[in-house]
């Protein structure tokens, strides 16, 4: 059974840092492609917005609305991947998702965790 499981969440105020770990289990971690994805308030599944994903070879990529501001590490010895999010704005405020993606099949979207709240305020 594959388990993807989101921590770190919590309210912090704008300029703040967060970081943000997902654990799998069930997988073979190390060939996924693992993202983080994140859904605003009042948007729908469909509308997750890619927020950064990095390769089995380690390889990144980030939105360009955090390039500059979050990381995603992983460690493939501990089946974790995290999202260090710094500098944070009230526009990231929203549910972040985990995500692992394996190889194939092409058209499998991957697996997800059950998110976690980021909310940036003061």
């Known amino acids: 059974q594959v388990q993807l499981v989101e921590s770190g969440g919590g309210l912090v105020q704008p300029g703040g840092s967060l970081r943000l770990s997902c654990a799998a289990s069930g997988i073979t971690f190390g060939i996924n492609v693992m993202g983080w994805y994140r859904q605003a308030p009042g948007k729908e599944r469909e509308e997750r917005e890619l927020?950064?994903?990095?390769?089995?070879?380690?390889?990144?990529y980030y939105a360009d609305s955090v390039k500059g501001r979050f990381t995603i590490p992983r460690d493939n010895a501990k089946n974790t991947v995290d999202l260090q999010m710094n500098s944070l704005k009230p526009e990231d405020t929203a549910v972040y998702y985990c995500?692992?993606?394996?190889?194939?099949?092409?058209?499998?979207?991957?697996?997800w965790g059950q998110g976690t709240q980021v909310t940036v305020s003061s």
């Open positions: 927020v950064a994903v990095i390769s089995s070879g380690g390889t990144t």
């Open positions: 995500n692992a993606r394996p190889p194939k099949p092409e058209w499998f979207k991957g697996y």
